[in-house]
């Protein structure tokens, strides 16, 4: 079965949304990095506000000379490469109409609770690699809170900004298991952890 795996930056406090108000930047080591755990996914899961901010960008990236936050052009290349081959389902609580423009890309209407659970819980069983949740912050906030993560990749910087925490609407935060713990020159820590399912 595939995992669902948030893998995303975040501040010491917790905060995921508007990473442009608090990320300093990538070192290229981290960079790198996520490049490479990249390759474990072949789908993302994002709500409508950062599906229109990642096909604002990750399009034009396949030809950009300068990477992201100023950040290396090559490996920022192989992330635009990736971005856009994969599967992207842009989740949605409210019926839209019209077809999106990003290849690959598929609508999801998950009115209730219930049915965001029913669609995850079938797309886990399907074949394939591990999906990324990417944000943004209210569909994270909805996966935690409603146990649909497997597996945590925190990117956490040292700072401390006020906004959206992915645990603001969860009364008890599931049982983790730490998997991994990487440390970068910029001192942003990478911690992995693992659900520990009853």
């Known amino acids: 079965m595939r995992d669902v795996v948030m893998a995303m930056q975040t501040t010491i406090n917790g905060r995921l949304d508007d990473p442009e108000a608090w990320v300093s930047g990538i070192d290229d080591d981290q960079y790198a990095e996520i490049d490479r755990r990249y390759d474990g996914f072949d789908s993302i899961l994002i709500g409508t506000t950062t599906y229109a901010e990642m096909f604002e960008y990750w399009p034009g990236a396949l030809e950009a000379d300068t990477g992201f936050v100023d950040s ?5 290349r192989r992330m635009a490469e ?44 399907q074949p394939g690699r591990d999906l990324h949740l990417a944000g943004g912050a209210a569909l994270v906030q909805d996966f935690v809170r409603l146990g649909l993560i497997d597996r945590y990749r925190l990117l956490v910087y040292p700072v401390h900004s006020p906004g959206a925490c992915w645990f603001d609407k969860v009364a008890r935060l599931p049982d983790l298991r730490v998997d991994g713990v990487d440390h970068y020159p910029n001192d942003v820590i990478g911690i992995d952890y693992r659900v520990v399912r009853d």
Not at 72 to 76: F, H, S, W, Y
Not at 92 to 106: F, I, K, M, V, Y
């Open 82 to 125: 990736k971005m856009n081959a994969y599967r992207k389902y842009v989740f949605t609580r409210q019926p839209a109409s019209g077809a999106l423009a990003w290849n690959n890309s598929e609508r999801v209407v998950a009115a209730t609770d219930d049915d965001l659970v029913r669609f995850v819980t079938e797309l886990k069983e």
């Open 72 to 76: 290396n052009a090559k490996i920022n």
